[in-house]
Protein backbone atom coordinates (compact mmCIF):
# COMPACT_ATOMS: atom_id res chain seq x y z
CA UNK A 1 0.00 0.00 0.00
CA UNK A 2 1.01 3.42 -0.75
CA UNK A 3 -1.25 4.98 2.33
CA UNK A 4 -1.09 7.52 4.77
CA UNK A 5 -1.24 6.42 8.42
CA UNK A 6 -4.51 6.45 10.26
CA UNK A 7 -5.71 7.54 13.16
CA UNK A 8 -9.10 8.10 14.91
CA UNK A 9 -10.19 11.77 14.79
CA UNK A 10 -11.38 10.86 18.44
CA UNK A 11 -12.89 8.66 21.40
CA UNK A 12 -16.49 8.99 20.18
CA UNK A 13 -15.81 8.84 16.64
CA UNK A 14 -15.30 6.03 14.51
CA UNK A 15 -14.53 7.30 11.31
CA UNK A 16 -10.86 7.16 10.79
CA UNK A 17 -8.67 9.74 8.38
CA UNK A 18 -4.65 10.54 7.70
CA UNK A 19 -1.96 12.37 9.77
CA UNK A 20 -0.22 14.51 8.00
CA UNK A 21 2.02 17.25 7.73
CA UNK A 22 2.96 18.29 4.78
CA UNK A 23 2.15 21.94 2.26
CA UNK A 24 3.49 20.36 -0.93
CA UNK A 25 4.75 23.83 -2.28
CA UNK A 26 8.70 23.62 -2.97
CA UNK A 27 8.27 27.24 -2.40
CA UNK A 28 6.81 27.63 1.10
CA UNK A 29 9.01 29.41 3.48
CA UNK A 30 8.67 26.01 6.10
CA UNK A 31 9.21 22.79 5.71
CA UNK A 32 6.49 20.52 5.85
CA UNK A 33 8.10 18.84 8.35
CA UNK A 34 7.35 22.07 10.08
CA UNK A 35 3.77 22.79 9.64
CA UNK A 36 0.98 21.18 10.89
CA UNK A 37 -2.46 21.21 8.64
CA UNK A 38 -5.82 20.36 9.54
CA UNK A 39 -7.72 17.98 6.82
CA UNK A 40 -6.45 16.26 4.19
CA UNK A 41 -4.06 18.22 2.49
CA UNK A 42 -0.65 15.54 2.71
CA UNK A 43 -2.19 12.85 0.32
CA UNK A 44 -2.92 15.33 -2.53
CA UNK A 45 0.17 16.69 -1.95
CA UNK A 46 1.98 13.33 -3.18
CA UNK A 47 -0.58 13.44 -5.57
CA UNK A 48 0.99 16.53 -7.49
CA UNK A 49 1.10 17.08 -11.09
CA UNK A 50 4.26 15.40 -12.81
CA UNK A 51 5.49 14.11 -9.16
CA UNK A 52 5.32 10.31 -8.11
CA UNK A 53 7.15 8.07 -5.24
CA UNK A 54 9.80 6.66 -5.07
CA UNK A 55 9.98 3.41 -3.55
CA UNK A 56 13.48 1.94 -1.24
CA UNK A 57 12.02 0.29 1.13
CA UNK A 58 13.33 -3.07 0.27
CA UNK A 59 14.22 -5.72 3.17
CA UNK A 60 17.94 -5.34 3.52
CA UNK A 61 17.71 -9.48 2.04
CA UNK A 62 15.99 -7.72 -1.10
CA UNK A 63 18.75 -4.50 -1.04
CA UNK A 64 21.47 -7.06 -0.38
CA UNK A 65 20.48 -9.23 -3.69
CA UNK A 66 20.16 -5.82 -5.42
CA UNK A 67 24.08 -4.93 -4.37
CA UNK A 68 25.46 -8.58 -5.10
CA UNK A 69 24.48 -7.75 -8.61
CA UNK A 70 27.04 -4.97 -8.98
CA UNK A 71 29.37 -7.13 -6.61
CA UNK A 72 28.98 -5.66 -3.66
CA UNK A 73 28.60 -7.48 0.25
CA UNK A 74 25.05 -6.79 1.89
CA UNK A 75 26.59 -5.01 4.75
CA UNK A 76 24.57 -2.09 6.26
CA UNK A 77 27.50 0.62 4.75
CA UNK A 78 27.16 -0.58 1.99
CA UNK A 79 23.02 -0.55 2.17
CA UNK A 80 23.84 3.43 3.62
CA UNK A 81 26.14 4.46 0.70
CA UNK A 82 23.51 3.34 -1.40
CA UNK A 83 20.56 5.01 0.05
CA UNK A 84 22.21 7.89 0.50
CA UNK A 85 23.50 8.04 -3.53
CA UNK A 86 19.75 7.90 -4.36
CA UNK A 87 18.24 10.35 -1.15
CA UNK A 88 20.99 13.12 -2.04
CA UNK A 89 19.98 13.39 -5.60
CA UNK A 90 20.22 17.17 -6.16
CA UNK A 91 16.71 18.52 -7.58
CA UNK A 92 14.98 15.39 -7.03
CA UNK A 93 11.94 17.23 -5.67
CA UNK A 94 10.74 18.42 -8.68
CA UNK A 95 9.93 15.02 -9.79
CA UNK A 96 9.48 12.65 -6.64
CA UNK A 97 6.58 13.83 -4.03
CA UNK A 98 7.31 10.75 -1.59
CA UNK A 99 9.56 8.29 -0.57
CA UNK A 100 8.67 4.93 0.72
CA UNK A 101 11.96 3.59 3.49
CA UNK A 102 12.49 0.59 5.17
CA UNK A 103 12.95 1.08 8.59
CA UNK A 104 16.78 0.46 9.08
CA UNK A 105 16.85 3.46 6.23
CA UNK A 106 14.41 5.96 8.34
CA UNK A 107 16.73 5.52 11.35
CA UNK A 108 20.20 6.17 9.31
CA UNK A 109 21.90 9.03 8.39
CA UNK A 110 24.27 10.42 5.38
CA UNK A 111 28.30 9.70 6.30
CA UNK A 112 28.22 13.78 7.05
CA UNK A 113 25.75 13.01 9.85
CA UNK A 114 22.73 14.02 8.23
CA UNK A 115 19.27 12.60 8.97
CA UNK A 116 18.29 10.79 6.06
CA UNK A 117 14.55 12.15 6.61
CA UNK A 118 16.09 15.71 6.51
CA UNK A 119 17.85 15.10 3.30
CA UNK A 120 13.75 14.21 1.54
CA UNK A 121 12.49 17.36 3.75
CA UNK A 122 14.92 19.94 2.18
CA UNK A 123 13.28 18.41 -1.05
CA UNK A 124 9.97 18.79 -0.09
CA UNK A 125 9.73 15.10 -0.47
CA UNK A 126 7.58 13.29 2.07
CA UNK A 127 9.06 10.49 4.02
CA UNK A 128 6.97 7.24 4.38
CA UNK A 129 7.63 3.77 6.05
CA UNK A 130 6.88 0.24 5.64
CA UNK A 131 5.16 -0.67 8.70
CA UNK A 132 4.62 -4.96 7.56
CA UNK A 133 6.97 -7.39 8.36
CA UNK A 134 7.02 -9.09 5.21
CA UNK A 135 5.61 -12.57 3.77
CA UNK A 136 4.92 -15.98 5.50
CA UNK A 137 3.07 -19.20 4.09
CA UNK A 138 -0.74 -19.01 4.84
CA UNK A 139 -1.58 -22.53 6.28
CA UNK A 140 -4.45 -23.82 4.35
CA UNK A 141 -3.81 -22.17 0.85
CA UNK A 142 -2.55 -23.16 -2.51
CA UNK A 143 1.14 -22.14 -1.41
CA UNK A 144 0.00 -18.40 -1.15
CA UNK A 145 1.17 -15.87 1.51
CA UNK A 146 -0.41 -13.57 3.96
CA UNK A 147 1.32 -10.82 5.23
CA UNK A 148 3.21 -10.35 9.00
CA UNK A 149 3.01 -6.84 10.98
CA UNK A 150 -0.05 -6.38 13.18
CA UNK A 151 1.38 -7.07 16.27
CA UNK A 152 2.95 -4.07 17.77
CA UNK A 153 1.92 -1.76 14.81
CA UNK A 154 0.60 1.26 16.80
CA UNK A 155 3.76 1.58 19.11
CA UNK A 156 5.95 1.32 15.82
CA UNK A 157 3.80 3.84 13.88
CA UNK A 158 3.82 6.10 16.81
CA UNK A 159 7.91 5.76 17.12
CA UNK A 160 8.11 6.17 12.65
CA UNK A 161 6.28 8.89 13.41
CA UNK A 162 8.56 10.69 15.76
CA UNK A 163 11.04 9.66 13.48
CA UNK A 164 9.78 11.90 10.81
CA UNK A 165 7.71 9.21 8.78
CA UNK A 166 4.05 10.95 7.35
CA UNK A 167 2.90 8.04 5.61
CA UNK A 168 2.80 4.31 5.92
CA UNK A 169 2.55 1.42 3.58
CA UNK A 170 1.27 -2.26 3.92
CA UNK A 171 1.82 -4.93 1.12
CA UNK A 172 0.42 -8.20 0.64
CA UNK A 173 0.31 -10.17 -2.92
CA UNK A 174 -2.10 -12.49 -4.78
CA UNK A 175 -0.62 -15.01 -6.74
CA UNK A 176 -3.25 -16.11 -9.51
CA UNK A 177 -1.04 -19.60 -10.06
CA UNK A 178 -2.09 -19.88 -6.27
CA UNK A 179 -5.52 -18.35 -5.75
CA UNK A 180 -6.77 -16.01 -4.75
CA UNK A 181 -8.82 -18.08 -2.13
CA UNK A 182 -11.39 -16.90 -0.12
CA UNK A 183 -8.78 -17.12 2.85
CA UNK A 184 -6.57 -14.37 1.44
CA UNK A 185 -8.95 -12.21 0.59
CA UNK A 186 -9.33 -12.21 4.04
CA UNK A 187 -6.29 -10.92 4.55
CA UNK A 188 -6.51 -7.87 3.13
CA UNK A 189 -9.01 -6.38 5.40
CA UNK A 190 -6.01 -3.52 6.54
CA UNK A 191 -3.68 -3.34 3.19
CA UNK A 192 -4.09 -0.65 0.29
CA UNK A 193 -1.37 -2.35 -2.05
CA UNK A 194 -3.30 -5.13 -3.25
CA UNK A 195 -0.37 -6.39 -5.86
CA UNK A 196 -1.51 -9.13 -8.17
CA UNK A 197 1.57 -10.69 -9.37
CA UNK A 198 3.15 -11.50 -12.94
CA UNK A 199 4.09 -14.67 -11.85
CA UNK A 200 1.78 -17.16 -14.81
CA UNK A 201 1.19 -17.73 -18.36
CA UNK A 202 -2.81 -16.54 -17.50
CA UNK A 203 -4.07 -14.09 -20.00
CA UNK A 204 -4.71 -10.26 -19.54
CA UNK A 205 -9.02 -10.68 -19.18
CA UNK A 206 -7.95 -13.35 -16.51
CA UNK A 207 -5.78 -10.56 -14.48
CA UNK A 208 -8.43 -8.37 -14.69
CA UNK A 209 -11.21 -10.95 -13.44
CA UNK A 210 -8.84 -11.55 -10.28
CA UNK A 211 -8.68 -7.58 -10.12
CA UNK A 212 -11.77 -7.12 -10.07
CA UNK A 213 -12.37 -9.45 -6.79
CA UNK A 214 -9.53 -8.81 -5.14
CA UNK A 215 -10.31 -4.56 -5.32
CA UNK A 216 -13.90 -4.99 -4.73
CA UNK A 217 -12.84 -7.04 -1.40
CA UNK A 218 -10.25 -4.32 -0.20
CA UNK A 219 -12.61 -1.02 -0.76
CA UNK A 220 -15.70 -3.11 0.77
CA UNK A 221 -13.34 -3.77 3.85
CA UNK A 222 -12.22 -0.01 3.78
CA UNK A 223 -15.75 0.99 3.77
CA UNK A 224 -16.83 -1.33 6.69
CA UNK A 225 -13.87 0.37 8.84
CA UNK A 226 -14.70 3.88 7.60
CA UNK A 227 -11.70 4.63 6.60
CA UNK A 228 -11.75 8.09 5.15
CA UNK A 229 -11.16 7.35 1.12
CA UNK A 230 -9.55 11.12 0.81
CA UNK A 231 -6.80 10.10 3.47
CA UNK A 232 -5.43 7.31 1.83
CA UNK A 233 -3.60 6.46 -1.70
CA UNK A 234 -3.72 3.38 -3.39
CA UNK A 235 -0.55 1.54 -4.80
CA UNK A 236 -2.00 -1.47 -6.81
CA UNK A 237 -0.38 -3.40 -9.52
CA UNK A 238 -1.43 -3.05 -13.39
CA UNK A 239 -3.95 -5.01 -15.16
CA UNK A 240 -1.44 -7.18 -17.80
CA UNK A 241 -0.83 -10.73 -18.80
CA UNK A 242 1.01 -13.14 -17.10
CA UNK A 243 5.08 -12.48 -17.39
CA UNK A 244 5.03 -15.84 -19.39
CA UNK A 245 1.83 -15.51 -21.43
CA UNK A 246 2.34 -16.26 -25.01
CA UNK A 247 0.86 -12.34 -26.25
CA UNK A 248 2.26 -9.67 -24.56
CA UNK A 249 -0.26 -6.44 -24.22
CA UNK A 250 0.50 -2.69 -25.81
CA UNK A 251 0.58 0.04 -23.28
CA UNK A 252 -2.72 0.99 -25.36
CA UNK A 253 -4.43 -2.11 -24.07
CA UNK A 254 -3.20 -2.10 -20.72
CA UNK A 255 -4.28 1.18 -20.05
CA UNK A 256 -7.64 0.28 -21.61
CA UNK A 257 -8.11 -3.19 -19.11
CA UNK A 258 -6.52 -0.99 -16.31
CA UNK A 259 -8.22 2.24 -16.08
CA UNK A 260 -11.93 -0.13 -16.91
CA UNK A 261 -11.11 -1.62 -13.43
CA UNK A 262 -10.06 1.50 -11.69
CA UNK A 263 -13.54 3.23 -12.30
CA UNK A 264 -15.51 0.57 -11.86
CA UNK A 265 -13.30 -0.18 -8.19
CA UNK A 266 -11.94 2.59 -7.13
CA UNK A 267 -14.08 5.82 -5.73
CA UNK A 268 -13.09 8.91 -7.23
CA UNK A 269 -12.79 10.45 -3.40
CA UNK A 270 -9.26 8.68 -3.66
CA UNK A 271 -7.01 11.23 -4.11
CA UNK A 272 -4.18 9.16 -6.68
CA UNK A 273 -3.48 5.56 -7.55
CA UNK A 274 -0.08 5.43 -7.10
CA UNK A 275 1.21 2.69 -9.41
CA UNK A 276 3.82 -0.07 -8.74
CA UNK A 277 6.35 -1.93 -11.76
CA UNK A 278 6.21 -5.21 -10.24
CA UNK A 279 8.74 -6.28 -12.67
CA UNK A 280 8.18 -4.31 -15.89
CA UNK A 281 11.40 -3.01 -17.39
CA UNK A 282 11.53 0.86 -16.86
CA UNK A 283 10.47 1.81 -20.25
CA UNK A 284 7.44 -0.84 -19.89
CA UNK A 285 6.84 0.90 -16.50
CA UNK A 286 6.71 4.40 -17.82
CA UNK A 287 4.91 3.48 -21.19
CA UNK A 288 1.88 2.07 -19.42
CA UNK A 289 1.47 4.90 -17.34
CA UNK A 290 1.95 7.35 -19.98
CA UNK A 291 -0.94 5.40 -21.67
CA UNK A 292 -3.13 5.63 -18.89
CA UNK A 293 -2.77 9.58 -18.62
CA UNK A 294 -3.89 10.52 -22.37
CA UNK A 295 -7.32 11.23 -21.04
CA UNK A 296 -8.53 12.73 -17.94
CA UNK A 297 -8.92 10.38 -15.03
CA UNK A 298 -10.61 11.24 -11.15
CA UNK A 299 -7.78 10.76 -9.69
CA UNK A 300 -3.85 11.71 -10.37
CA UNK A 301 -2.47 8.45 -11.47
CA UNK A 302 1.25 8.10 -11.39
CA UNK A 303 3.84 6.37 -9.90
CA UNK A 304 5.45 4.25 -7.00
CA UNK A 305 8.48 2.60 -8.61
CA UNK A 306 11.26 0.57 -7.03
CA UNK A 307 13.00 -1.49 -9.27
CA UNK A 308 11.81 0.66 -12.59
CA UNK A 309 13.73 3.75 -11.29
CA UNK A 310 16.67 1.99 -9.88
CA UNK A 311 17.61 -0.45 -12.26
CA UNK A 312 19.79 1.84 -14.21
CA UNK A 313 21.45 3.87 -11.27
CA UNK A 314 22.82 0.87 -9.70
CA UNK A 315 24.25 -0.28 -13.13
CA UNK A 316 25.82 3.06 -13.31
CA UNK A 317 26.95 3.68 -9.93
CA UNK A 318 28.28 0.12 -9.60
CA UNK A 319 29.79 1.01 -6.17
CA UNK A 320 32.13 3.33 -6.97
CA UNK A 321 32.08 6.71 -5.48
CA UNK A 322 33.83 8.19 -8.68
CA UNK A 323 30.11 7.05 -10.42
CA UNK A 324 27.69 8.69 -7.86
CA UNK A 325 26.96 11.62 -10.20
CA UNK A 326 26.67 9.82 -12.64
CA UNK A 327 24.51 7.21 -10.92
CA UNK A 328 22.43 10.39 -9.40
CA UNK A 329 21.80 12.08 -13.38
CA UNK A 330 20.88 8.34 -14.15
CA UNK A 331 18.41 8.56 -11.28
CA UNK A 332 16.82 12.29 -11.86
CA UNK A 333 16.63 10.82 -15.91
CA UNK A 334 14.17 7.93 -14.77
CA UNK A 335 12.21 10.03 -12.36
CA UNK A 336 11.72 12.74 -15.44
CA UNK A 337 10.46 10.03 -17.52
CA UNK A 338 8.33 9.25 -15.06
CA UNK A 339 7.01 12.48 -14.48
CA UNK A 340 6.42 13.51 -18.04
CA UNK A 341 4.20 9.98 -18.20
CA UNK A 342 2.11 11.46 -15.23
CA UNK A 343 1.59 14.24 -17.51
CA UNK A 344 0.77 12.10 -20.85
CA UNK A 345 4.03 13.76 -22.15
CA UNK A 346 6.28 10.91 -22.45
CA UNK A 347 7.90 9.30 -25.52
CA UNK A 348 10.36 6.04 -25.41
CA UNK A 349 12.07 7.94 -27.98
CA UNK A 350 16.63 7.65 -27.27
CA UNK A 351 15.83 5.30 -24.58
CA UNK A 352 18.70 3.02 -24.77
CA UNK A 353 17.82 -0.89 -24.47
CA UNK A 354 18.95 -1.63 -20.95
CA UNK A 355 16.21 0.63 -19.59
CA UNK A 356 13.94 -1.38 -22.16
CA UNK A 357 15.04 -5.05 -20.55
CA UNK A 358 12.60 -7.04 -18.51
CA UNK A 359 13.22 -7.16 -14.58
CA UNK A 360 10.53 -9.91 -13.63
CA UNK A 361 11.84 -12.57 -11.31
CA UNK A 362 9.54 -15.67 -10.59
CA UNK A 363 8.74 -16.07 -7.24
CA UNK A 364 10.23 -12.52 -6.48
CA UNK A 365 10.48 -11.54 -2.71
CA UNK A 366 11.31 -8.43 -1.49
Known amino acids: MASTALVKLNGASSQWMAQQSFNGHRDHQLPFRDVEFHGLFMPKSIASPGRGILAIDESNATCG ?50 KFVDCLCDENIVPGIKVDKGLA ?21 ASYYKQGA ?33 DGDHSIERTLEVADRVWAEVFYYLA ?7 GILLKPSMVTPGAEHKEKASPETIAKFTLHMLK ?26 NA ?31 NTE ?41
Not at 141 to 155: P, Y
Not at 264 to 289: C, D, H, K, W, Y
Open 166 to 198: RFAKWRTVVSIPCGPSALADNGLVPIVEPEILL
Open 292 to 322: MNQTPNPWHVSFSYARALQNSVLKTWQGRPW
Open 137 to 157: PLPGSNNESWCQGLDGLASRS
Open 224 to 230: ENNVMLE
Open 264 to 289: RRVPPAVPGIMFLSGGQSEVEATLNL
Open 65 to 114: KRLASIGLDNTEGNRQTYRQLLLTTPGLGDYISGAILFEETLYQSTTDGK
Open 326 to 366: AAQKALLARAKANSLAQLGRYSAEGEDEEAMKGMFVKGYTY
